[in-house]
């Protein structure tokens, strides 16, 4: 009806009126069009919220979701956080106990290096020893073979003495002289009685006939040449009681040994004498050698006496080497 009476107004008004009408068309139609663009667009424009908002709602849901995740897993953090917190607690203490053991082993390792060194010289201490003992050792070995040699010395000497010893025996029993040969020693002992009166050292008859028979039988087994690179010396020693003084007895017992000594000299044969000079000696013993009877008494006729003895080359070797072998049993090493 709107056309119609557009239509209407334009056939009334004539020309002029016809192109007003057409004018206000076009701009109605414009208009139209422009309302049905606006329209248009804002029904595109709403479609296009719409549809936005449906993806910010999704978006929102889906952001709930991983808010309630970011929650769920800042929930398991949290306890993550405290377990580490512990392990921390742990770890720190651990670091403590570490720095600890740490100190004790700096310590130990100080110590040990002390102990270290001590060892280092205890084992440079001890080498010296092994070198020392290594030393004695060879010593010992050397003194050991000195030894077995002065041994088997000392037992020559031994059978010596005991060659000696039983000649002797034998010869004087042979002579029919009374006088006692001592097994161990060869020592003889002749009665003080036979040979000087009391208190004197002058040599009775009786007692130069007993030196004159006694000597020859003496000297012909000692001075043998067989005996020559052994035999020592030959000593006369003079013994009194313990009646009077030490001293008077020491010039009495000195006296009568050399009194038979320089009759000795005197009887010996010519070719005997320069020998019997080099080795014969007079000893006084004074009442030092008492002899006493079974009941502990002093026996005073056997006390006054002249003995002859006999050593030896080195004797006084031979007496250690005996006194050694007799603490060690014969076997040639110290005893433990």
């Known amino acids: 009806m709107a056309r119609q009476h557009v239509h209407n107004r334009r056939a009334g008004r004539g020309g002029s009126g016809s192109v007003w009408i057409s004018y206000s ?4 139609a414009l208009v139209l069009m422009f309302v049905l663009f606006l329209v248009m667009n804002l029904h595109n424009y709403n479609s296009i919220l719409q549809k936005k908002q449906d993806e910010l709602d999704q978006q929102a849901i889906q952001l709930n979701l991983k808010q309630t995740q970011l929650d769920e ?22 670091q403590i106990d570490l720095d600890n053991q740490k100190e004790q082993l700096d310590q130990q390792t ?26 004695l050792q060879l010593q ?16 020559s000497l031994v059978g010596v003495r005991t060659q000696i010893i039983q000649q002797l025996s034998s010869a004087l029993k042979a002579a029919n002289l009374d006088a006692q040969v001592d097994p161990n020693t060869g020592d003889i002992v002749l009665s003080s009685t036979v040979f000087f009166e009391t208190n004197s050292y002058a040599i009775k008859a009786e007692g130069q006939q007993l030196l004159q028979r006694f000597l020859p039988v003496y000297l012909d087994v000692l001075l043998r040449d067989e005996y020559a690179d052994y035999l ?36 010996v044969r010519p070719e005997q004498r320069p020998l019997l000079q080099s080795i014969l000696t007079a ?37 250690e080497m005996n006194r050694i072998i007799n603490m060690t049993g014969g076997s040639g090493t110290s005893a433990e």
């Open 25 to 28: 068309d076009m701009m109605a």
């Open 73 to 94: 897993q800042e929930g398991v953090l949290i306890i993550l956080q405290g377990q580490l917190d512990e392990q921390q607690v742990k770890l720190d203490q651990l």
């Open 110 to 135: 100080i110590i040990l290096i002390g102990k270290q060194q001590e060892l280092d010289e205890a084992n440079a201490k001890l080498a010296a020893k092994e070198t020392e003992l290594n030393t």
């Open 140 to 155: 010992l070995a050397a003194q050991q073979e000195l030894f077995d040699a002065k041994t088997r010395e000392l037992d």
């Open 232 to 267: 020592g010396e030959i000593i006369v020693e003079g013994h009194t009681d313990s009646t009077g003084t030490y001293i008077n007895n020491l010039k009495l017992s000195q006296n009568r040994a050399l009194t038979v000594v320089e009759y000795c000299l005197q009887i």
């Open 283 to 319: 000893k006084g013993r004074s009442s030092s050698d008492l002899i006493y009877d079974e009941f502990g008494n002093e026996d005073k006729n056997a006390s006054r006496r002249v003995e002859f003895k006999f050593s030896l080359k080195d004797a006084e070797m031979i007496d």
